[in-house]
Nanobody, 120 residues
Framework: VQLQASGGGLVQAGVSLKLSCAAS????????MGWFRQAPGKEREFVAA????????RYSDSVNGRFSISRDNAKNTVYLQMNSLKPEDTAVYYC??????????????WGQGTLVTVSS
């Protein structure tokens, strides 16, 4: 599975931004999809994940209630809707394919990352 993330940018605090991740291959719906982020000088951390069917999702405590993950299996695409952005959300955001998990090690396939910068 090859993944291509897009949609990042420089925004002000409080606004919304939607990330997309397009996947190649015909087995997209067999993978759970996840979004992770990595801020400068910090480890990569879990943000959100969604099952292959899209019926279940989970979020980190820091984004729960503000971010929403979704997928369109017909388009081989997963999305991350980010609302009420905060400066602490600034990071490179990565999409990943693997198991329905919060652990980096359970996702063997990764996109290249898209930078989100939130100014105060």
């Amino acid at each position: 599975v090859q993944l291509q993330a897009s949609g990042g940018g420089l925004v002000q605090a409080g606004v919304s931004l939607k990330l997309s991740c397009a996947a190649s291959g015909r087995t997209f719906n067999s993978y759970a999809m996840g979004w992770f982020r990595q801020a400068p000088g910090k480890e990569r951390e879990f943000v959100a994940a969604i099952t292959g069917t899209g019926y279940r999702a989970r979020y980190s405590d820091s984004v729960n209630g503000r971010f929403s993950i979704s997928r369109d299996n017909a388009k081989n695409t997963v999305y991350l809707q980010m609302n009420s952005l905060k400066p602490e959300d600034t990071a490179v955001y990565y999409c990943a394919a693997g198991s329905y998990s919060t652990s980096v090690t359970d996702f063997p396939f990764w996109g290249q990352g898209t930078l989100v910068t939130v100014s105060s």
